[in-house]
């Protein structure tokens, strides 16, 4: 062969080769992309198939190898990939791969095998230890070899001088002063039977293969995980063992092995209690926990129970660390109605254990959740509830300082201390619950506090509601406040003439009084009736007018 | 080295020369091929073929001169094709193969009592090449005609395969190849020993560690394994006082694997199988030194520290950066190692009803290794044979008796790496179990002390051969030794 020949002939297997390695990593593209039924990645694989075949038809097998910036053949850079997450180059590149043979044996069955390990691999973004050197391994293909990082042996050889095989540095002679062991197998004649494998002992070994291929992977894990916890006499040990228990607990709350959860939790709380200073070890438990993990597993163990599992769940629920309420939280605004029930009920048991987080819960910027916060902490009998209530009726949002006051009002516990920015909130939902509740009944401590207010407030309070305060002063009233409210009737008609407000507190004075409704209550008011000043009259006329209306009403 | 033989001198010390007999041998067959045993030729070449059987019968009650793996054997030595008689030797090898046989076995003396019968037994082994089933149709045709001094081995025979030679010519046959392979493994074995040194300092460290070269190392040796496992089991049989519980866990690994293939688990069990043997013992790095090589009886709180090692095992195989798929796997084989198969060891079971599958395995593969290497605290060394004799009285309640007896099998009675005393006076070291074999009677290197005390091989033999004449066998065991009495590392005389 001339040397142009020869050149051309290097030439043609270069761009053969080429050819192949770009068909391969277009195929890999393909089938990353596309359905396996889809007729793009089929076509792919024809051609790729085609290519390799062409390279193998001149009899030797096709290796390329894998390094930092691309794919080679010999020493020739055929293949550099278009970016770093490359689907061909990155996976193998990665994953330690430093060669791949093609043989000439290559079937299309081993070339689609290749195919799908890198593309399997290609999509994931960390480092994985179940890999593509390890797949190839496991898959046995004849028509592929592959060579990785760790499999060139880079350490140093087999040195048999190195093996000290005695500890007692015998004198070699020993061994013909002393006698032989002659044993039960070699003495027995039963010995033979002994060892004859029998078709019963074939049958026990298939069951035991068969057993152990069905076992509970997920259960033996767990039980490994807590005999290690439970044996642990340092809490270092325990705390090392929690991110695996917060995780196999995540997964057999997901796949429903609810009875796996539970013992993983028991295992946890158990173990808590062996070190002073408790519930060290669930909130290390609970701080491995993937919270958001978390969340998409109770979802899904909630919305997929079946009824015979539900106590189980709510145990699972309620021996967790109390920050599972925030999981249970997001999972409200998910789930169906029908499941909510389920859920209420859990963060009610949770909220015996603790209410620093339905506190938090209020922080959220979502009305329902604050809301059932609230019903829950008002659900609560312990002191710091309320105290949780009264700080949250200073919330800024006014949804949950509104219900925050209507859970303290229905455990009427709004102390006298706490009425007065109440009185004032900028909410008049919160003002008209507030004065509701303090009108509801003859109260002398109620009424002191609305004549307290009424009397301090001057400017204060918005025209549009003065006339409520009076009204509920009026409401819970007595002839204690006879005196403040005549001179608020009687005493400023000339102040009315300029101030607008005068008129209001005038007006909303009638309507106390007519409210009292007592004796000297309504001979202030007959002192108005009388009044020369127009505006008093009227207000006692319009008073009588809306005590009518609500009458009626 | 293998053992020179002369090549061309008809006699080498007391003995004649292979070359020379053969050579005599194939003259005279194909003589009476072509010519009349009164043919001038034929007489001479006869002539010649009485002095190398006279001079034979001297030494040997018999000759055999065998073919295996396409290399000539006399005596069972593998005759060293020089420049002399290199063409003997393939002409030999060829006669052997146009008739197909595997060799001849001649009994000198009666060869020379009966040269009568020499010209028809020659004219036999002519004709017979013609027939469809040559071997067959001369044996039958020889013991018609009385020809007590000659047999036929064909590859059907017991002793087809070279049964006493030197070790060395053993390993010749298959050179390339099997050299080849040894050195794989021992590389196998050697990095499979350095990863696990590795990992296990970092895990000490309390840092995560990457279990990519084990993986690697342990898939490296399942395929060794599944190829032959003898070798890796020559391997095994390493023992180390100073890095014990490193090469113990590479042993384990080892013979778990070849456990495992002998059940037919398929290769992704037998990964996990070897992870599970490698790292069974990681937790005896947190036990002090003073406990692990103390020579006395150990405290009941020394040896509670000892028994954490399972436990201490899971918790730093839980270092490993491995997917949880993987470390379900792993981890209960470690973890179970010294719970028995009755449940009744550590740590302490609660509510389980059985042990996995790998739990058995690895049990049985750790004690038989721990009991096979020599400890400080032990003074009376432990034979291999012994060993399993101790295993096998366990068996049922430590061990799942059907798992040891496939152990047992797999190993033999006498297992690779056993020092046996035998009924000769010699030594041998056992070097292989055949599979299908009698495991009774393994194949084993007869060694020899020199001057300066130290072992030498001399022998291979197979100790199912058995003597003709007396029909018993050749040799007997009396008795086995742990080979560290000897100060034997089997590996050295195995591979």
Not at chain 1, 528 to 543: E, I, L, Q
Request: aromatic fraction near 6%; proline fraction near 5%; glycine fraction near 4%.
């Amino acid at each position: 062969m001339s040397a142009i020949a020869m050149i051309e002939q290097v030439s043609e297997n270069s761009d053969l080769e080429k050819d192949a390695v770009n068909s391969l990593a277009a195929t890999v593209k393909a089938c990353a992309l596309y359905p396996p039924n889809h007729s793009i990645p089929s076509e792919s694989f024809n051609r790729c198939l085609v290519s390799l075949k062409r390279v193998l038809s001149s009899g030797a097998s096709f290796q390329i190898s894998i390094t930092k910036d691309g794919i080679y053949v010999s020493e020739t850079k055929i293949y550099a990939p278009a970016r770093q997450d490359d689907p061909l180059w990155f996976p193998l590149f990665r994953d330690g791969i430093v060669s791949v043979e093609f043989k000439t044996n290559l079937s299309p069955s081993e070339l689609q095998r290749l195919i799908d390990i890198i593309c399997k691999h290609g999509s994931l973004n960390a480092e994985s230890e179940g890999d593509i050197a390890t797949e190839l391994w496991g898959s046995a293909l004849s028509g592929i070899t592959y060579r990785a990082v760790d499999t060139l042996f880079d350490m140093k050889g087999f040195d048999a001088g190195s093996f000290k095989i005695n500890p007692h540095g015998v004198s070699k002679d020993v061994i013909l002063e002393s006698t032989p062991y002659n044993g039960f197998l070699n003495a027995s004649p039963k010995s033979k039977d002994i060892l004859r494998l029998t078709d019963a002992d074939t049958a026990l070994l298939k069951e035991l293969i068969d057993h152990d291929n069905k076992r509970d992977k997920d259960a033996d894990l767990a039980d490994v995980l807590i005999s290690t916890l439970d044996n642990s006499e340092d809490i270092a040990d325990c705390n090392h063992l929690m991110p695996f228990i917060a995780q196999e607990f995540c997964v057999s709350l997901s796949d429903g092995n609810l009875h796996l959860s539970v013992k993983m939790l028991r295992a946890v709380l158990e173990a808590d209690l062996k070190f002073p200073g408790s519930n060290l070890l669930n909130g290390a438990f609970w701080t491995a926990v993937n919270k958001t993990q978390l969340t998409q597993v109770l979802r899904t163990a909630i919305t997929t129970i079946k009824s015979p599992h539900v106590p189980a769940l709510k145990e699972v629920l309620s021996s967790i660390h109390p920050d599972v309420i925030h999981n249970l939280a997001d999972c409200l605004e998910s789930i169906s109605a029908k499941h909510h029930a389920f859920v209420i009920d859990t963060m009610v048991v949770l909220s015996s254990k603790s209410l620093a987080q339905f506190e938090r819960l209020l922080n959220r910027e979502n009305t329902y959740i604050q809301k059932i916060a609230i019903t829950i902490l008002g659900m609560s009998p312990k002191i710091e509830a309320i105290k949780i209530l009264q700080k949250a009726a200073r919330n800024p949002s006014e949804s949950v300082r509104y219900n925050a006051v209507l859970q303290l009002i229905k455990l009427k516990a709004i102390p006298p201390d706490k009425v007065y920015h109440l009185l004032n909130d900028r909410s008049t939902g919160v003002r008209e619950k507030l004065l509701s509740y303090l009108s509801m009944e003859k109260s002398k401590i109620n009424e002191g506090l609305l004549r307290n207010f009424l009397e301090n407030s001057d400017g204060n309070i918005h025209p549009v509601d003065l006339v409520d305060y009076y009204m509920a002063l009026g409401k819970c009233g007595s002839d204690e406040s006879i005196p403040y409210l005549s001179k608020r009737l009687l005493n400023n008609p000339l102040t009315a003439l300029v101030r607008k407000e005068t008129r209001i507190h005038i007006k909303g004075a009638a309507i106390a009084l007519l409210n009292i409704g007592t004796r000297d209550a309504k001979e202030v008011l007959s002192k108005a009736a009388r009044s020369y000043t127009p505006w008093v009259r009227a207000a006692y006329k319009r008073a009588l007018e809306s005590k009518y209306a609500s009458d009626i009403v | 080295m293998p053992q020179t033989l002369s090549e061309t001198t008809p006699m080498a010390g007391d003995r004649i020369a292979p070359g020379h007999f053969l050579e005599s041998f194939l003259k005279v067959t194909l003589t009476l091929q072509l010519y009349s045993e009164t043919s001038a030729l034929t007489k001479k070449f006869m002539v010649e073929f009485l002095q190398a059987l006279e001079a034979l019968s001297k030494t040997d009650q018999e000759t055999a001169i065998k073919v295996h793996d396409g290399r000539l054997f006399y005596q069972g030595e593998k005759v060293q094709p020089g420049r002399s008689n290199q063409k003997i030797v393939k002409k030999t090898i060829e006669f052997l193969a146009e008739r197909k046989l595997s060799g001849l076995r001649f009994f000198p003396a009666l060869a020379v009592k009966n040269q009568n019968q020499w010209p028809s037994a020659c004219r036999i082994l002519y004709r017979c090449m013609r027939e469809s089933d040559p071997p067959a149709w001369a044996q039958e045709q020889l013991s018609s005609s009385g020809v007590l001094w000659l047999d036929l081995i064909t590859s059907d025979s017991p002793d087809a395969n070279p049964s006493e030679i030197p070790e060395a010519a053993e390993q010749q046959p298959s050179a390339e190849g099997n050299s080849l392979r040894v050195e794989e493994a021992k590389n196998a074995y050697a990095h499979t020993l350095e990863a696990l040194k590795e990992i296990s300092q970092i895990v000490s460290l309390e840092r995560p560690s990457g279990i990519r070269k084990i993986l690697r190392t342990v898939q490296g040796m399942i395929d060794l394994i599944m190829e032959d496992d003898f070798v890796l089991l020559g391997l095994s049989t390493i023992k180390d006082y100073d890095d014990y519980t490193y090469v113990h866990s590479v042993n384990v690994a080892i013979l778990s694997i070849s456990l495992g293939t002998r059940i037919g688990l398929k290769k992704e069990a037998l990964e996990t199988l070897g992870i599970c043997g490698i790292f069974h013992d990681l937790g005896k790095i947190k036990i002090p030194l003073e406990i692990i090589n103390k020579p006395e009886r150990l405290t009941d709180q020394e040896y509670n520290e000892v028994k954490k090692h399972s436990l201490n095992s899971v918790r730093m195989m839980l270092r490993l950066r491995a997917p949880r798929t993987l470390l379900q796997e792993i981890l209960l084989g470690p973890f179970e190692h010294h719970q028995k198969y009755d449940l009744s060891g550590y740590p302490a079971s609660t509510g389980k009803a059985s042990l996995s599958l790998y739990g058995r395995i690895i049990s049985i593969a750790d004690v038989y290794d721990a009991l096979t290497s020599p400890r400080i605290y032990r003074t009376d060394s432990i034979s291999p044979p012994q060993a399993l004799d101790l295993m096998i009285r366990k068996s049922g309640k430590d061990f799942d008796p059907v798992l040891l007896k496939v152990f047992i099998n797999m190993l033999g009675v006498y297992p690779i790496g056993s020092l046996l005393k035998l009924n000769t006076g010699e030594y041998g070291l056992v070097v292989k179990t055949e599979n299908n074999s009698d495991p009774f009677r393994p194949k084993v290197l007869v060694l020899e002390k020199t001057s300066d005390k130290q072992w030498k091989k001399r022998l291979l033999v197979n100790l199912s051969e058995l003597n003709r004449s007396t029909g018993s066998y050749k040799r007997d065991i009396v008795g086995s030794y742990h080979p560290g009495l000897a100060g034997i590392q089997p590996s050295e005389y195995i591979l």
